[in-house]
């Protein structure tokens, strides 16, 4: 196996890890400020090193990009092989995005008052970036899977330890869950590894394409198709796609507000990215054979979650079933197996990473304040807080899909590529497209209720003021929030090549698969 | 004046800067400054539409595309061939709809500043209307649907912002509000869904979403006619041509028709090669730029033969697609042919089931925006907003932009028979039910509302009978005359009001008449400091022993009445807007009216469309009751004697409120004359020598490819001026005496026992609104509460801890129990001890898990060993 030297990817994925170390040797007590702002500064410096990989990225490829390759386990053809598409980046780019603005949201929480252990709080978070980053880089099944499964550690503890009031329930069932969908994924891992000789995905999907390495293909249950599903169980999971989703509403109520917003803006999008960068080019019959099936899941969730949503009385809760909702719309978007869908469905998962992880960060401040997350225990917070109700009042929006603003272009390309496309049609989009509707019902209502109205409740009445990390973090999501929406090209030229690269994968398998399905 | 165009984009941007200053600032400002600022970004608007449509005239109505600077384009995914620009469209259409948007715009705006005084948002107030004024102006000026849809729903959220304005009054009143607001933004979505389906079609249709591409002519035939008419006084297009020849080709000058089409024939090619390098939008840009250093900016195409299949803009594509024969196709430009056939994803039809679909899609947004039935309940609980946002959004501007998308796309409609029979039963059905509704209400604003519903009816049924010129011609009278009876009634409000205060303060002895101003002044300051509550405000303070005065609602007409007397203005130029609405010759709406009838009768006789018949009947029977229910309004508000004392102490409202009155009544009078039927005889009071006939027209058919000219009917004009006469006869007979409510207040149609039932169901708007609270919203709250619990008991609890739990245990159990007391459960407990010690805080609730996830753990290492080793162990 060839060697490379090092690579700025795997800068950006270390230097987490290198923040950690230095947090290791810190007091607890007597620097908790230096913590703070190490933490916060080598998350801001892996941002900073992750603009230079956009900058340097060449987004006329379609192959990996910043690729280092070392042997690790040779004997079983385990490397550690990492590199970048345009999917992988604006991943990547979303993962080094959030993680500041949680940190620095952290600085203002309350939850250390109450159960402290401040260090290893900002030790789990640079853990956990350090994980995201991987999962998104990796490119050798076995490594990939590793860095899958070390994400949970972190979150389980952050939900466990830092979490509300029923977390350690929360923390276990988010770890069951996924672990359960991991031994599945595993047990695909190893037989892939098996049959290819190498756990190298670039390998296996040459391989694929080429017709050299055959996963046998005759129907919804044959041997690629479990396989295929061996994976995507795992990703759904984690997405979560209906019916897979009961543990995300506890972990989301329960978690802290930095663990919910990285949770709605990065962990999610680790099952739809896994989704396409390991599903779709590997098993491309057995995907185009499930995509309807995986379609109508889709749907379902997209309407089902809003509509559970709507009947919440708590507010991080309507917002998880949100969450729900809104990834149906990728999880169609993917499946619509063209590149209107899989881009806007990329382009959506940014979108939400951005929009819900927004709507998180103000429940986060309204529960700083407020001690609530008791829907009727807000009204007339408009007037309380008025330049927090005007950003809110975007990000809802945001979040609703208007036009002009980030969510509307997702959701747009992703329900055009629906409609056209060859495997999910008009009928999806039709009812997908339902979910517009509910949106508005939802989100308006939560608006309603926590802004709205006579501020008739005296405890409503003398709320802190905003501090100036509240102010930032908002302020910036609100930045990205019309950026997107107003020049989305930008975000499609990066990841152009690579998700037609992923699409062209699959459709040169569509028509005589859905020949034979008929 | 050629590259007048170029300014375009200024015609956003002024208002977003007002929007963004009053955002920013508006606290700090007074109150003058915040409406200055944005009065004028709002009359800046104005001019620019002037300069707009007077480079419209100045390039033989040649329509200019701009790509506003410093945007690179919008969504484009070049694979996919998606591309969509921000592209800004300046053609007649466009025009027609900015210069009457910005113009009642910027009076409204005006008009707030005297109305909103005093309350406590009144820079936010200016900058929501600054922001709709821009949001509008997007809708209109946009050359793609989605860029028409960003202004769709951006209006759509300025109107929720505005009608719930007031979202803090007391008294659940600002939850009121914020419902009312929600309605709306909840209605319109459901439209929406239609507007994105019909999008989505398009798009796969035709691979575009672009209305018309550069240098494309919407209407080639209207130019045709130019061209021969202007051969025959060898004019200025021969040499328009002849320019344009010299810009791309230099075929020298033209002298006849025959050489013009050399001349353009040699454009073909170079328009081709621009429009290759380019894609679409920028190709508009570079010829801009291109000609900015020659003479002659623009080009006269008069015709599309330049323009390959595929460099048509969706509506172009449409009419080739439409007008080919079974079997026939066509070639693209790129060496593929088109048929009638159309494929999108795995369903395929044919063009005609498409365009019929689409055509569906859309009205079911324009019934959500344009406010008809199904969708119309929004729009009377829209008048829980101040009062100039009912006049600016709800009746001028906003509600419109359904009748705009249609005639827009009037390709699609004129094709689709049997949608545009839907279209019209819609439209003449709304527009004949809101009448109805209409005459029962007693809110003066509300009535106004339904008023405003049953004329979009008109709109919606001209347009399903092809009468597009008449739809926007009716659409931009309604906008003067319904802006005026808004702001009319705004001011009897605000009348009724001070009124009211004043009351308390005489009742008060708190001066004598002297003191009078003063005491108003006082009014004034509590009506600013506590929520400007229309209702109830004030009063709550310390006036608690005025008995009557507790249910003083200053919108309801039954505390009305004799107000000609206090406030003659309000009361004149109330009189002209109910008279044009009524459709009395020959203030506005009779033109506009009688030309929807008149082509309604055209329909029906000449082509015997059924479309025709429906429409004649129901938009008769429509025009008989918005001249009875007007007639009822204007009597019992300002004729008869006052039914509330504080009637007395009416003033006439401040000039920032009457001037923007009298502009809109001199308007309301004389703006139906832009577009005089053909052969008017003496009903034109020979005024055609100013207007000339069917201006209005003749300009929109440059963009609208179906428009036609409206002929004068006798018939239907003296049929139509005889309903309305006789409603209005009816109208006065009924409600003329000095107190034409009895004792109780109640209407002489209730006293009557043979309509009170139908005064009755009209007044409870037709049951409509607890129809859909039955029908639609508790189904959907109770479903949405069962899924909640289906979901938390069935699939968070019970498939949690019976299927997930219970089966890990088990399998841990198994796992575990061979080597219990061995090295594997020594590790267990390592790891157990091992988390405890990070975590106390974990401590006692892991003790029941920890096995779980140690063992889990446990299962995924020994799995990935043996796994591992198989292949080296077969090897």
């Given at each position: 196996m060839e060697m490379t030297g090092l690579s700025l990817l795997t800068v950006v994925l270390f230097l987490p890890m290198v923040g950690l170390t230095i947090l290791m040797f810190m007091n607890e007590e007597k620097q908790r400020n230096a913590i703070r702002w190490t933490t916060f500064g080598f998350s801001i410096a892996t941002f900073l090193l992750s603009l230079l990989l956009w900058a340097l990225h060449d987004p006329a490829n379609p192959g990996l990009q910043f690729v280092q390759r070392n042997d690790w386990l040779p004997t079983f053809g385990v490397s550690y092989y990492v590199g970048i598409d345009g999917l992988g980046l604006i991943l990547v780019l979303l993962t080094t995005f959030i993680m500041p603005l949680a940190i620095l949201f952290s600085?203002?929480?309350?939850i250390f008052e109450e159960r402290g252990r401040e260090k290893l709080y900002y030790i789990f978070m640079l853990l956990l970036e350090w994980a995201m980053i991987g999962v998104f880089v990796a490119q050798d099944l076995v490594i990939f899977y590793i860095f899958w499964e070390v994400t949970l550690v972190p979150m389980y503890f952050l939900v466990g330890i830092w979490g509300g009031d029923q977390r350690v329930y929360a923390a276990v069932k988010f770890f069951l869950y996924t672990m359960a969908g991991s031994i599945l994924m595993l047990l695909a891992v190893l037989y892939v590894g098996g049959q290819a000789g190498t756990f190298a995905v670039p390998e296996i999907v040459a391989g694929v394409q080429a017709g050299t390495l055959v996963f046998p293909f005759d129907g919804l249950f044959s041997t690629q198709s479990f396989l295929f599903l061996g994976f995507l169980i795992a990703f759904a999971i984690k997405v979560p796609i209906f019916p897979f989703h009961s543990w995300l509403p506890d972990a989301h109520v329960q978690a802290p507000t930095a663990g919910s917003v990285i949770l709605a803006g990065v962990l999610l999008k680790m099952g739809t990215y896994g989704i396409i960068r390991f599903c779709l080019p590997m098993f491309p019959e057995a995907s185009v054979a499930w995509a309807p099936v995986v379609g109508v899941l889709g749907v379902i969730g997209i309407i089902y979650g809003a509509w559970v949503s709507y009947a919440q009385q708590d507010i991080k809760k309507l917002v998880a079933y949100s969450s729900v909702s809104h990834m149906g719309f990728v999880v169609i978007g993917i499946f619509a197996l063209n590149a209107q869908g899989m881009q806007g469905a990329v382009l959506q998962m940014v979108n939400h990473g951005i929009s819900t992880g927004g709507l998180f960060l103000l429940v986060g401040m309204l529960y700083e304040r407020r001690h609530t997350k008791d829907i009727n225990a807000y009204g007339g917070i408009w007037k309380a807080l008025p330049f927090f109700g005007a950003l809110s009042l975007i990000i809802t929006l945001s979040s609703m899909g208007l036009p002009g603003l980030n969510g509307f272009v997702g959701e747009f390309t992703i329900l055009l590529g629906t409609l056209g496309?060859?495997?999910?049609?008009i009928t999806f989009a039709l009812f997908a497209t339902l979910g517009v509707i509910l949106a508005a019902i939802y989100m308006l209502y939560m608006f309603q209720k926590v802004f709205l109205g006579e501020l008739d409740k005296p405890e409503n009445q003398h709320l802190h003021p905003m501090t100036w990390p509240e102010v930032t973090v908002l302020v910036v999501v609100v930045v990205m929030v019309f950026w997107i929406g107003v020049q989305p090209a930008i975000w499609f030229e990066m990841m152009d090549s690579s998700t037609n690269a992923i699409v062209d994968s699959v459709a040169q398998f569509t028509p005589q698969l859905t020949a034979m399905l008929r | 004046m050629q590259n007048l165009a170029l300014i375009a984009p200024l015609i956003i941007l002024f208002p977003s800067v007002g929007a963004f200053i009053n955002f920013v600032w508006g606290p700090k400002l007074n109150e003058r400054a915040s409406a200055i600022i944005g009065s004028v970004a709002a009359g800046a608007t104005f001019f620019i539409a002037l300069g707009m449509f007077s480079y419209l005239t100045g390039n033989n109505f040649q329509p200019a595309i701009i790509d506003p600077p410093l945007l690179d384009g919008w969504l484009r995914i070049p694979s996919a061939n998606l591309e969509i620009p921000w592209q800004q469209r300046i053609d007649t259409l466009s025009v027609t709809m900015l210069l009457f948007v910005t113009f009642v715009g910027t009076l409204i705006h005006i008009y707030a500043a005297g109305y909103m005084h005093g309350d406590k948002r009144f820079s936010r107030f200016f900058a929501y209307l600054n922001m709709f004024l821009a949001f509008m102006l997007i809708l209109v000026t946009g050359n793609n649907f989605l860029m028409m849809f960003v202004g769709w729903e951006g209006v759509g959220v300025c109107s929720y912002l505005l009608i719930g304005f007031w979202w803090d009054k007391p008294k659940g009143e600002g939850i009121k509000n914020a419902n009312a607001a929600r309605k709306a933004f909840i209605a319109n979505r459901v439209g929406d869904f239609g507007v994105l389906m019909a999008l989505f079609l398009t798009f796969w249709t035709f691979g575009s979403l672009d209305f018309f591409k550069p240098t494309e002519i919407a209407n080639p035939a209207h130019y045709e006619h130019l061209v021969h008419e202007d051969d025959s006084h060898a004019g200025e297009e021969d040499s328009h041509s002849g320019e344009e020849g010299d810009d791309h080709g230099g075929e020298g000058e033209g002298e006849s028709t025959t050489a013009q089409t050399v001349a353009l024939s040699t454009d073909t090619t170079v328009a081709q090669e621009g429009e290759e390098d380019d894609h679409g939008g920028e190709a508009a840009a570079d010829d801009h730029g291109g000609e900015?250093?020659?003479?002659?900016p623009f080009g006269f195409y008069v015709n599309n033969d330049h323009l390959t299949y595929n460099q048509l803009g969706v509506f172009g594509q449409a009419e080739k697609l439409l007008k080919l024969g079974e079997g026939e196709t066509l070639d693209r430009g790129d060496g593929t042919q088109v048929g009638r056939t159309v494929v999108i994803g795995s369903w395929t039809t044919d063009i005609d089931t498409v365009v019929s679909l689409i055509a569906l899609f859309m009205l079911l947004g324009a019934a959500g925006k344009s406010a008809q039935i199904p969708l119309f309940v929004w729009l009377p609980d829209a008048m829980a907003g101040p009062t100039p946002v009912s006049a600016l959004i709800h009746a001028a501007t906003m509600v419109t932009a359904g009748v705009y998308m249609m005639v827009r796309s009037n390709t699609f409609f004129y094709y689709a028979d049997e949608v545009s029979l839907i279209v019209t039963i819609i439209g003449g059905v709304t527009a004949l039910a809101a009448g109805f509704m209409a005459l029962g209400q007693w809110d003066i604003k509300r009535v106004l509302a339904y008023s405003t519903v049953s004329q979009l009816g008109f709109m919606v049924a001209a347009v399903g009978i092809g009468a597009y010129a008449a739809a926007i011609f009716h659409m931009m009278t309604h906008a003067f005359f319904k802006a005026l009876l808004f702001l009319g009634s705004g001011s009897v409000i605000h009348g009724m009001e001070h009124g009211h205060h004043h009351l308390h303060d005489h009742g008060h002895g708190a001066g004598g008449h002297g003191h009078d101003d003063k005491a108003h002044a006082a009014a004034h300051d509590s009506h600013g400091h506590d929520s400007h509550g229309h209702d109830s405000h004030g009063h709550d303070e310390k006036h608690d022993d005025h008995a009557h005065d507790d249910h003083f609602d200053p919108q309801d007409m039954r505390t009305m009445g004799g107000l000609s007397r206090r406030m003659p203005i309000t009361y004149i130029t109330y009189v002209i807007g109910a008279a044009a609405l009524a459709g009395i010759w020959p203030l506005s709406g009779f033109w506009s009216k009688d030309e929807i009838l008149a082509d309604a009768w055209r329909a029906a006789i000449?082509?015997?469309?059924?479309s025709g018949y429906i429409a004649l009947g129901l938009l008769l029977a429509a025009a008989f009751m918005t001249a009875f229910y007007m007639t009822r309004q204007v009597w019992l508000v300002f004729h008869g004697e006052g039914r509330h004392d504080a009637v007395k102490h009416v003033p006439e409202s401040v000039w920032q409120m009457t001037v923007p009155l009298i502009i809109l009544g001199v308007f309301s009078v004389f703006i139906g004359f832009v577009n005089l039927p053909s052969d008017p005889g003496v009903s034109s009071l020979g005024l055609e020598a100013v207007f000339g006939l069917h201006a209005l027209t003749d300009w929109l058919e440059y963009s609208v490819l179906h428009a036609h000219v409206g002929a004068f009917e006798w018939l239907i004009a003296l049929v139509a001026t005889g309903v309305g006469l006789a409603a209005i006869f009816l109208g006065i007979r009924i409600y003329g005496g000095a107190n034409p409510l009895n004792e109780k207040n109640e209407d002489p149609l209730y006293v009557n026992r043979g309509f009170r039932p139908l005064f009755v169901f009209s007044n409870a708007r037709m049951y409509w609104d607890e129809a859909y609270d039955r029908l639609f919203i508790r189904p959907f709250q109770a479903i949405a509460r069962l899924l909640a619990r289906v979901d938390w008991d069935f699939w968070h609890d019970y498939v949690h801890d019976s299927v997930i739990t219970k089966g890990f245990n088990g399998v841990a159990k198994i796992l575990s129990q061979?080597?219990?007391?061995?090295l594997i459960d020594g590790t267990v407990r390592g790891v157990g001890r091992l988390v405890k010690g990070i975590s106390?805080?974990?401590?006692?609730?892991?003790?029941?898990y920890v096995r779980v996830y140690a063992v889990a753990l446990l299962v995924g290492v020994v799995a990935v060993v043996v796994l591992m080793l198989l292949p080296v162990l077969q090897g």
């Open positions: 600085f203002t929480s309350h496309s060859d495997v999910l049609g | 900015e250093s020659h003479s002659d000449f082509d015997g469309k059924l061979p080597v219990d007391n061995g106390g805080v974990l401590r006692q609730a892991q003790t029941g």
